[in-house]
C-alpha cells in the first residue's frame, strides 16, 4: 500500500527574486537515474483495471509543429506556447544547496506533476521550486505551496513510486493544464515524451518531444525512440485516450539501452492519494 509525504513553501516573491536569469542559466540538469535493466521490476498485474480520466482544462486547439531533426531522436516543440505544449515547462529547484533544473507539466490547474527524484533525492528534500511553461517564450512562473511524494520513493528509493506532485501558489487557469488517465493497459501503448533534455546532442534551451511504443514493463513502464538526456526528468509522457492527448506517465530512469526510457505505472488509487496529500495536506 502507498503513502504519501509532503513539504511546505516559501514566500513567492521571495522564489521569484532567487531565480534570476543568471541562476536559472547555469541550474544544473537533474540526471535521470538508470536501473540495472529496463522492465526487470516487481511487477503486478494493470490488464484488468478501468482507465480513470482527468480531462484537460482548456479550449484551445494544438498546431502541427513537428521538425525533423538529423542525429536525434527527439524533435523540438517549435511553436511551446501552444496548447498542450504550454502545460509543460521547466522546474528549476534547489536541491543540497545546489541549483537544478528538471521537467514538470500541469495535470490540474494548481497541480505539477514531476519526477520524485526532482523533489526529494538521496535523503534531501528539494526547494525553491519555480514552474516556468513552456520556457523562454510564455514569460510567466508560479511558485509553490506544497511538494508530495511517496514514501516508497523518500525511504526505499522504489522507483515504481518515483513520482511527484507539486501544488502551485496560485492557479494556472492562464495556460490552462492536461488531461491525466491512470489504469490504463500499458501493452501496446504510444507515448509522446515532454521535456528539456540538456546533455548533448540536447541544447536544453528548448523544449523537445519523442513519440515511441510500450516494450516491456508492469509497475514500470520501458518505452522506445526516447534518449532524451538529463534535464529531462518529470517531463510528461503523453498518449491518446478516446482522441484526447492526456498525461499517462513522466520522464523517470534510464536502462541500459540508450534509446529506452522508463516511467512509473500510474495506479489511480495511488495518484488520488498523492493529490489529496498535496492539495489537502492529508498525507497518509
Known amino acids: 500500500m502507498s503513502k504519501t509525504s ?49 480531462p484537460p482544462d482548456t479550449s484551445i486547439k494544438d498546431e502541427n509543429d513537428d521538425q525533423s531533426l538529423n542525429g536525434k531522436l527527439a524533435k523540438p516543440v517549435n511553436s511551446p506556447e501552444n496548447l498542450p505544449w504550454r502545460c509543460n515547462g521547466k522546474l528549476f529547484f534547489t536541491w543540497k544547496g545546489d541549483n537544478y533544473v528538471g521537467s514538470a507539466g500541469a495535470i490540474l490547474l494548481e497541480v505539477l506533476l514531476t519526477a520524485g527524484h526532482n523533489v526529494f533525492d538521496e535523503g534531501e528534500w528539494s526547494d525553491n521550486f519555480y514552474y516556468y511553461p513552456a520556457y523562454p517564450d510564455y514569460g510567466k512562473s508560479w511558485g509553490w505551496k506544497r511538494a508530495s511524494v511517496f514514501t516508497a520513493w523518500q525511504y526505499d528509493a522504489n522507483y515504481a513510486y518515483d513520482y511527484a506532485m507539486i501544488l502551485t501558489d496560485t492557479s494556472m487557469k492562464d495556460i490552462g493544464s492536461i488531461g491525466c488517465v491512470r489504469d490504463l493497459a500499458p501493452k501496446d501503448r504510444t507515448w509522446t515524451a515532454i521535456g528539456y533534455p540538456s546533455r548533448m546532442p540536447y541544447p536544453g534551451d528548448q523544449m523537445y518531444k519523442t513519440t515511441g511504443n510500450y516494450i516491456a514493463g508492469d509497475s514500470i513502464i520501458t518505452m522506445d525512440n526516447n534518449d532524451m538526456t538529463k534535464g529531462s526528468s518529470g517531463g510528461v509522457w503523453l498518449t491518446d485516450f478516446e482522441g484526447v492527448m492526456c498525461v499517462n506517465g513522466i520522464q523517470s530512469t534510464r536502462g541500459g539501452v540508450p534509446e529506452y526510457a522508463n516511467s512509473p505505472y500510474i495506479a489511480n488509487n495511488d495518484y488520488e492519494k498523492l493529490l489529496k496529500c498535496v492539495t489537502m495536506d492529508e498525507c497518509k
Do not use: M
Request: charged share 40%; no cysteine; aromatic share 8%.
Open 6 to 54: 509532503s513539504k511546505n513553501n516559501k514566500d513567492f516573491k521571495e522564489i521569484q527574486a532567487y531565480w534570476t536569469k543568471e541562476r536559472r542559466d547555469k541550474a544544473i540538469p537533474k540526471p535521470l537515474p538508470k536501473l540495472p535493466d529496463d522492465g526487470e521490476i516487481a511487477e503486478q498485474s494493470t490488464t484488468t483495471r478501468r482507465p480513470t480520466f482527468t
